[in-house]
Nanobody
Framework: QVQLVESGGGLVQAGGSLRLSCAASGRAFSTYTMGWFRQAPGKEREFVARISGLGAGIVYTDSVKGRFTISRDNAKNTVYLQMNNLKPGDTAVYYC???????????????WGQGTQVTVSS
C-alpha cells in the first residue's frame, strides 16, 4: 500500500513558476513509476509526466516539454514537478500517482494523491 500527499500548488501569474512535491509513504518507493496528471474543470484527467523507479526513464506530454521537469529523490520517497513559464492553460488540479508498470494511462495507476490546485492567471 502506498499513500501519496501532494503539496506546492497555488496561484501564480503567467510566466511564473511552481514546484510541486509528492511525498509517498509505504515501502519500495523506488520500484514504482511515478506520474503526474492534471484535471481541469469539465475535462478528463490527462497525463503530464512520468518517471521510472530509478529515474532513468522520463516522458512528458508535448504541451509541457521544455517547461516542466519531473524528478525524484528515492531517499526521501518524494517526486517533484518543477513547472516554469506557466500558462493559463496549465490551470488544473494536479495529481501524483504510483504504478508498478511504466505507462501514461491513468487507468493503470494503482495509487493516487488527493491533488493540489494550480491556478495561472493571465
Amino acid at each position: 500500500q502506498v499513500q501519496l500527499v501532494e503539496s506546492g500548488g497555488g496561484l501564480v501569474q503567467a510566466g511564473g513558476s511552481l514546484r510541486l512535491s509528492c511525498a509517498a509513504s509505504g515501502r519500495a518507493f523506488s520500484t514504482y513509476t511515478m506520474g503526474w496528471f492534471r484535471q481541469a474543470p469539465g475535462k478528463e484527467r490527462e497525463f503530464v509526466a512520468r518517471i521510472s523507479g530509478l529515474g532513468a526513464g522520463i516522458v512528458y506530454t508535448d504541451s509541457v516539454k521544455g517547461r516542466f521537469t519531473i524528478s525524484r529523490d528515492n531517499a526521501k520517497n518524494t517526486v517533484y514537478l518543477q513547472m516554469n513559464n506557466l500558462k493559463p492553460g496549465d490551470t488544473a488540479v494536479y495529481y501524483c500517482a504510483a504504478d508498478r508498470g511504466y505507462t501514461s494511462d491513468p487507468s493503470e495507476y494503482d495509487y493516487w494523491g488527493q491533488g493540489t490546485q494550480v491556478t495561472v492567471s493571465s
